[in-house]
């Protein structure tokens, strides 16, 4: 079956930065595009950020663009996001998940397009 496990969360100050890594097994990692997204104590889960199969196509979230870089290394099997600039209201349980297919051109944002998801890793941001 196909198993995500997220890694790299923790507590840090506002302005520090983390990266979060999710390894994947199961399938064929390289053949579908992921996604992060992260949910907040009384809130919604929220898009975060995905990339396609290839790593070339990126998305973003408003709120992190410019912050946050999700990248992959498909011979590691492992999907990446590097947080800078930290600000409090990025504390959530961080998700990854895997894409339906391999290549977003829209509905990237949303999370029924995912079929398969990590345990999460928690994220706090102190000021």
């Known amino acids: 079956q196909v198993q995500l496990v997220e890694s790299g969360g923790g507590l840090v100050q506002a302005g520090d930065s983390l990266r979060l890594s999710c390894a994947a097994s199961?399938?064929?990692?390289?053949?579908?595009?992921m996604g992060w997204f992260r949910q907040a104590p009384g809130k919604e889960r929220e898009f975060v950020a995905a990339?396609?199969?290839?790593?070339?196509?990126?998305y973003y979230a408003d709120s992190v663009k410019g912050r946050f870089t999700i990248y992959r290394d498909n011979a590691k099997n492992t999907v990446y996001l590097l947080m800078n600039s930290l600000k409090p209201e990025d504390t959530a349980v961080y998700y990854c998940?895997?894409?339906?297919?391999?290549?977003?051109?829209?509905?990237?944002?949303?999370?029924?397009?995912?079929?398969?998801w990590g345990q999460g890793t928690q994220v706090t941001v102190s000021s």
């Open positions: 990339i396609n199969w290839n790593g070339i196509s990126t």
């Open positions: 199961g399938r064929t990692f390289s053949a579908y595009a």
């Open positions: 998940a895997t894409g339906r297919r391999a290549y977003f051109s829209s509905g990237y944002y949303a999370p029924e397009e995912y079929d398969y």
